[in-house]
Protein backbone atom coordinates (compact mmCIF):
# COMPACT_ATOMS: atom_id res chain seq x y z
CA UNK A 1 0.00 0.00 0.00
CA UNK A 2 1.41 3.27 -1.19
CA UNK A 3 0.94 5.44 2.12
CA UNK A 4 2.05 8.74 0.98
CA UNK A 5 -0.49 8.36 -1.87
CA UNK A 6 -3.30 7.41 0.44
CA UNK A 7 -2.77 10.79 2.35
CA UNK A 8 -2.76 12.84 -0.76
CA UNK A 9 -6.09 11.41 -2.05
CA UNK A 10 -8.52 13.68 -1.04
CA UNK A 11 -6.33 16.90 -1.99
CA UNK A 12 -6.41 15.66 -5.86
CA UNK A 13 -9.91 16.90 -5.90
CA UNK A 14 -10.74 20.24 -6.66
CA UNK A 15 -13.81 20.96 -4.33
CA UNK A 16 -12.12 18.65 -1.55
CA UNK A 17 -12.63 21.76 0.94
CA UNK A 18 -16.72 22.02 0.20
CA UNK A 19 -16.94 18.22 0.36
CA UNK A 20 -15.17 17.60 3.72
CA UNK A 21 -17.15 21.17 5.00
CA UNK A 22 -20.99 19.41 4.19
CA UNK A 23 -19.55 16.31 5.66
CA UNK A 24 -18.73 18.05 8.94
CA UNK A 25 -21.77 19.93 8.91
CA UNK A 26 -23.44 16.52 8.52
CA UNK A 27 -21.66 15.27 11.88
CA UNK A 28 -23.10 18.07 13.95
CA UNK A 29 -26.66 16.22 13.38
CA UNK A 30 -26.98 13.47 16.31
CA UNK A 31 -26.46 10.14 15.29
CA UNK A 32 -27.75 10.61 11.88
CA UNK A 33 -24.63 12.86 10.69
CA UNK A 34 -22.28 9.45 11.92
CA UNK A 35 -24.39 7.54 10.22
CA UNK A 36 -23.89 9.99 6.71
CA UNK A 37 -20.09 10.26 7.24
CA UNK A 38 -19.98 6.59 7.73
CA UNK A 39 -21.99 5.65 4.59
CA UNK A 40 -19.86 8.25 2.66
CA UNK A 41 -16.44 6.57 4.05
CA UNK A 42 -17.66 3.50 2.77
CA UNK A 43 -18.21 4.90 -0.58
CA UNK A 44 -14.68 6.52 -0.60
CA UNK A 45 -13.35 3.11 0.18
CA UNK A 46 -15.23 0.96 -2.37
CA UNK A 47 -13.86 3.75 -5.01
CA UNK A 48 -10.29 3.02 -4.29
CA UNK A 49 -10.98 -0.74 -4.09
CA UNK A 50 -12.88 -0.60 -7.66
CA UNK A 51 -9.26 1.72 -9.08
CA UNK A 52 -10.94 4.80 -9.10
CA UNK A 53 -8.49 6.74 -7.26
CA UNK A 54 -7.99 9.28 -10.05
CA UNK A 55 -11.45 10.08 -9.97
CA UNK A 56 -12.70 13.02 -7.98
CA UNK A 57 -14.35 12.54 -4.42
CA UNK A 58 -17.83 11.61 -4.46
CA UNK A 59 -20.45 13.70 -3.56
CA UNK A 60 -22.57 13.61 -0.19
CA UNK A 61 -26.10 12.29 -0.71
CA UNK A 62 -27.75 12.36 2.34
CA UNK A 63 -30.07 9.76 2.23
CA UNK A 64 -28.04 7.21 0.21
CA UNK A 65 -25.13 7.57 1.99
CA UNK A 66 -27.50 7.28 5.77
CA UNK A 67 -28.87 3.99 4.02
CA UNK A 68 -25.09 2.68 3.11
CA UNK A 69 -24.31 3.84 6.77
CA UNK A 70 -26.83 2.49 8.57
CA UNK A 71 -26.70 -1.20 6.84
CA UNK A 72 -23.13 -1.06 8.26
CA UNK A 73 -24.01 -0.17 11.38
CA UNK A 74 -26.28 -2.83 11.55
CA UNK A 75 -23.90 -5.42 10.30
CA UNK A 76 -21.39 -4.16 12.48
CA UNK A 77 -23.58 -4.79 15.60
CA UNK A 78 -24.55 -8.63 14.23
CA UNK A 79 -21.17 -9.12 14.39
CA UNK A 80 -20.77 -7.81 17.84
CA UNK A 81 -23.22 -9.56 19.41
CA UNK A 82 -21.59 -12.83 20.08
CA UNK A 83 -18.81 -10.64 22.19
CA UNK A 84 -21.43 -8.90 23.44
CA UNK A 85 -23.51 -11.60 25.56
CA UNK A 86 -19.94 -13.63 26.39
CA UNK A 87 -19.00 -10.76 28.22
CA UNK A 88 -22.68 -10.09 30.07
CA UNK A 89 -22.23 -13.64 30.48
CA UNK A 90 -19.17 -13.54 32.01
CA UNK A 91 -19.78 -10.38 34.12
CA UNK A 92 -22.90 -11.87 35.36
CA UNK A 93 -21.27 -15.12 36.70
CA UNK A 94 -18.45 -12.43 38.22
CA UNK A 95 -21.18 -10.46 40.01
CA UNK A 96 -22.63 -13.62 41.06
CA UNK A 97 -19.70 -15.15 42.16
CA UNK A 98 -18.71 -11.91 44.59
CA UNK A 99 -22.31 -11.71 45.99
CA UNK A 100 -21.88 -14.86 48.16
CA UNK A 101 -21.75 -14.57 51.53
CA UNK A 102 -19.19 -17.24 51.81
CA UNK A 103 -15.55 -16.82 51.03
CA UNK A 104 -13.93 -18.64 48.11
CA UNK A 105 -10.99 -20.89 49.95
CA UNK A 106 -8.51 -21.56 47.41
CA UNK A 107 -6.06 -24.48 48.03
Do not use: C
Not at 50 to 55: A, F, I, L, Q
Amino acid sequence: MDFPASLKYVFLDKAWFRKLAVLALYGLIPLLGFLVIGGWGLKVGKMVMDGHEEKALPKVKFSTDLQIGFLASVIDIIYALPAAIFFIMTFGLARIGLNRDDEMVVQ
